[in-house]
């Protein structure tokens, strides 16, 4: 039972626009979330956090937005570049508990 | 130039071997992970240790052992007993014990193959 589940495998964006990647979850506990940038071949590099006591954190041009009561988080990427094509894993965390990654969306930015 | 450093970066397995995958880290984190990733699948937890002589296992543990003699390396065995060993090994770290609301930060992996 995939308690962190990315239900998009695949996107596919031009560059210069909005890339939009989704994940949800069903444990109730989690309280803080990440996404992770992952190129083949390389260890996932950490890209932005958001905790459960916010809605919104921003970096650059990546905005992760939160909405608790549907167990919904985004990664918004504007404007898009065909550098961020990678693989993205979102995972979350509970007190506790070890970090949950959901299975990934390979984002295409195409030139 | 602190990191985690993964060798080899292929390793090729032959039935009913053993095999180890090494693991280190400059950066003086306490907790270490690794961590086995599938196609089409996220980054399933082996093994982690929060604090050197001491680890516990994860969600796929069976096949697998570690140690933690030192703090910096945390290396990987998988066993013979592990029948499906083919896939992407990645080790990470977190500052402190426990690790919450850290983040973890990765070594570059080891891709193991079975001949």
């Known amino acids: 039972d995939q308690q962190v589940k990315q239900n998009s495998p695949s996107l596919s964006v031009q560059e210069g626009r909005i890339s939009i990647l989704n994940c949800d979850y069903t444990?109730?506990?989690?309280?803080?979330f990440l996404w992770y940038k992952k190129y083949p071949a390389e260890g996932p590099t950490f890209l932005i956090s958001?905790?459960?006591?916010?809605d919104k954190n921003e970096d650059g041009r990546f905005t992760v937005f939160l909405n608790k009561s549907a167990k919904h988080l985004s990664l918004h990427i504007v404007p898009s570049q065909p550098g961020d094509s990678a693989v993205y894993f979102c995972?979350?965390?509970?007190?506790?508990?070890?970090?949950?990654f959901g299975p990934g969306t390979r984002l295409s930015v195409l030139p | 130039d602190g990191g985690i450093t993964q060798s080899p970066k292929y390793l090729f397995r032959k039935e009913g071997q053993n095999v180890t995958l090494s693991c280190e880290q400059n950066?003086?984190?306490?907790?270490m992970y690794w961590y086995r990733q599938d196609p089409g699948q996220g980054l399933r937890l082996i093994y982690y240790?929060?604090?050197?002589?001491?680890?516990q296992k994860g969600d796929i543990a069976e096949g697998y052992s570690v140690s933690r003699e030192k703090k910096e390396s945390f290396p990987l065995t998988v066993t013979s007993a592990q029948k499906n060993p083919t896939a992407f090994y990645l080790c990470?770290?977190?500052?402190?014990?426990?690790?919450?609301?850290?983040?973890?930060?990765f070594g570059p992996g080891t891709r193991l193959l079975v001949l």
């Open positions: 990470a770290s977190t500052p402190l014990a426990g690790g919450y609301q850290e983040t973890q930060y």
């Open positions: 444990n109730s506990m989690f309280d803080y």
């Open positions: 958001i905790s459960s006591i916010k």
């Open positions: 995972a979350a965390e509970s007190h506790g508990q070890n970090f949950v």
């Open positions: 950066l003086n984190h306490d907790a």
């Open positions: 240790s929060q604090i050197v002589n001491d680890f």
